[in-house]
C-alpha cells in the first residue's frame, strides 16, 4: 500500500489522504495543484464525450484557463461551512499526479449525502484508474465520514463514468439536465447507500488524517450513521 511523506498543514482538510494498492487521494495543496498544472495544460478537450461547462471543461487553450482553474479550487476551499463542504484531492499514480478527485457535502450533517466529482489525464483512462479512486473516495465517505449515500452524475454518453458508477453498484436515480459547449445535455444520476457500499467494502484502502478534519467539516463523529 503506497504511503506519501508530507509536510503537515495547519488546515486538517489538506492533511486528508486516501491510499489504495494502485493510488493515492492527496489533498490539494498549493505545492501538488501546480505539479498538476502541465496535465491540465494538456487537457484540452477535442472531441465528444465534451465535459461540464465550468472551470474544468478544458476547451480552451492558454494560461487563462489554468488560472481560472486554480481560482475556482482555492475559492471552494475556502468555503467550508456546517452546510456545505467540499474536499478536493490530487490523484497520484505511479508517483505522479494524473487528475482530481472532488467530495462534496450539501447539508451533510443533516442528510448525510455526499456528491462525487473527478477527472483523469487522457493517457491516465482506459487503465481502471477511474474506478480505483471513485473507490478510494467512497471509502473516505462511508467509512471515514459515515455517509448514508452517496450521488453521482454523469452526462448520459460519458460511458466510462456511468460504467464505473454501475460497476461499483449504484442504482439509477432518475436523469437530469447540464450544460456544455452552451448547449443542454442529458445526464444520468446515480446514487449507492451505505448498506449497498457494505456488501463490497474493500479492506486494502487506508484512510489518513481524517479525525483531524472532523470538526473542520462540522462532523461530530463518524462511521455509524
Known amino acids: ?32 495543484l501546480e505539479r498538476l498544472v502541465p496535465v491540465v495544460r494538456k487537457g ?17 487553450d492558454g494560461p487563462e484557463r489554468e488560472w481560472r ?24 499514480a505511479d508517483g505522479e499526479p494524473v487528475g482530481m478527485q472532488d467530495l462534496i457535502g450539501d447539508d451533510f450533517s443533516r442528510f448525510g449525502t455526499v456528491e462525487t466529482f473527478s477527472w483523469l489525464a487522457p493517457e491516465a483512462r482506459g487503465r481502471g484508474l477511474g474506478k480505483e479512486m471513485r473507490q478510494a473516495v467512497l471509502h473516505l465517505a462511508f467509512d471515514g465520514l459515515g455517509a448514508r ?3 453521482s452524475a454523469a ?10 458508477s454501475q460497476a461499483l453498484g449504484y442504482r439509477p436515480n432518475g436523469t437530469d439536465w447540464d450544460a456544455r459547449r452552451g448547449e443542454a445535455a442529458e445526464m444520468n444520476r446515480w ?23 472532523l470538526p473542520v467539516l462540522g462532523i461530530q463523529g463518524a462511521g455509524g450513521r
Not at 465528444?48 to 476547451?59: E, I, N, T
Not at 486554480?70 to 478536493?88: C, H, N, P, Q, S
Not at 446514487?191 to 478534519?213: F, M, P, Q, Y
Open 191 to 213: 446514487k449507492l447507500t451505505r448498506e449497498h457500499w457494505l456488501t463490497t467494502r474493500r479492506s486494502d484502502i487506508e484512510l489518513v488524517g481524517v479525525a483531524e478534519c
Open 1 to 32: 500500500m503506497p504511503t506519501t511523506a508530507r509536510t503537515a498543514s495547519p488546515y486538517p482538510p489538506l492533511n486528508v489522504q486516501a491510499h489504495t494498492p494502485r493510488l493515492s487521494l492527496l489533498g490539494a495543496t498549493d505545492e501538488l
Open 69 to 92: 482553474w486554480l481560482r475556482g479550487i482555492w475559492a471552494g476551499r475556502a468555503k467550508v461551512t456546517d452546510g456545505f463542504w467540499r474536499l478536493y484531492f490530487v490523484v497520484v
Open 149 to 151: 449515500q452517496a450521488n
Open 44 to 60: 484540452v478537450a477535442t472531441g465528444p464525450p465534451w465535459p461540464f461547462d465550468d472551470p474544468m471543461s478544458l476547451y480552451e
Open 155 to 164: 452526462f448520459a454518453d460519458n460511458h466510462a463514468s456511468n460504467g464505473v
